[in-house]
T-cell receptor, first 117, second 112 residues
Framework: DADVTQTPRNRITKTGKRIMLECSQT?????MYWYRQDPGLGLRLIYY???????NKGEISDGYSVSRQAQAKFSLSLESAIPNQTALYFC????????????????FGPGTRLTVL | DAKTTQPPSMDCAEGRAANLPCNHS???????VYWYRQIHSQGPQYIIH???NNETNEMASLIITEDRKSSTLILPHATLRDTAVYYC?????????????FGTGTRLQVTL
């Protein structure tokens, strides 16, 4: 089983709809992240969380919200989806306490492809 | 975080070494060089990282110049499965944050 899972893997929705993307991890990591990737571009950080009570905005948080329901779960919501939120969304985890490769080793999920019509 | 510059694309013949360069002329003394790769819309995968000494693991080698202003990721015997976008990231080794900044990377095409 994958350590970091994302659901759904693909989603098509209409403008104005509320959408939730979910991320679960079995790695026991305390830090979780949401990124988006647009075609031909690198990943951009939306939100990140260092533990259940900690939520931080990334570089492109407008139009998004998150919820850290438990250490293992981090959800991303689009309250009112718009077409320019069409992108590939990745969840990631990390844990500097356990990583032998440094604080910046992150483990990524398989991604969710979201299309907003 | 220091900014990095990578060529947009490179080709490499299968079985040959792939040498991917990265410039990071504004790197600070406490910043590490990290390399990730992303295979066809999958989640990025950690490859290697280093501070100033050359590093090698089962996936690749990392050569960092003495002035630390540039580095090269080396895949010693590239295979078709190494076709991917490779990201060079410079980041402080800090316990307070682990935010990675991905640029556009280098698209490596390995051919027969």
């Amino acid at each position: 089983d994958a350590d970091v899972t994302q659901t759904p893997r693909n989603r098509i929705t209409k403008t104005g709809k509320r959408i939730m993307l979910e991320c679960s991890q079995t790695k026991g990591h305390d830090r979780m992240y949401w990124y988006r990737q647009d075609p031909g571009l690198g990943l951009r950080l939306i939100y990140y969380s260092f533990d259940v009570k900690d939520i931080n905005k990334g570089e492109i948080s407008d139009g998004y919200s998150v919820s850290r329901q438990a250490q293992a779960k981090f959800s991303l919501s689009l309250e009112s989806a718009i077409p320019n939120q069409t992108a590939l969304y990745f969840c990631a985890t990390s844990d500097p306490r356990t990583s032998e490769r440094g604080y910046n080793e992150q483990f990524f999920g398989p991604g969710t492809r979201l299309t907003v019509l | 975080d220091a900014k990095t510059t990578q060529p947009p694309s490179m080709d490499c013949a299968e079985g040959r070494a792939a040498n991917l360069p990265c410039n990071h002329s504004t790197i600070s003394g406490n910043e590490y060089v990290y390399w990730y790769r992303q295979i066809h819309s999958q989640g990025p995968q950690y490859i290697i990282h280093g501070l100033k000494n050359n590093e090698t693991n089962e996936m690749a080698s990392l050569i960092i110049t003495e002035d630390r202003k540039s580095s090269t990721l080396i895949l010693p015997h590239a295979t078709l499965r190494d076709t991917a976008v490779y990201y060079c990231i410079v980041r402080a080794y800090t316990g307070t944050a682990s935010k990675l900044t991905f640029g556009t990377g280098t698209r490596l095409q390995v051919t027969l």
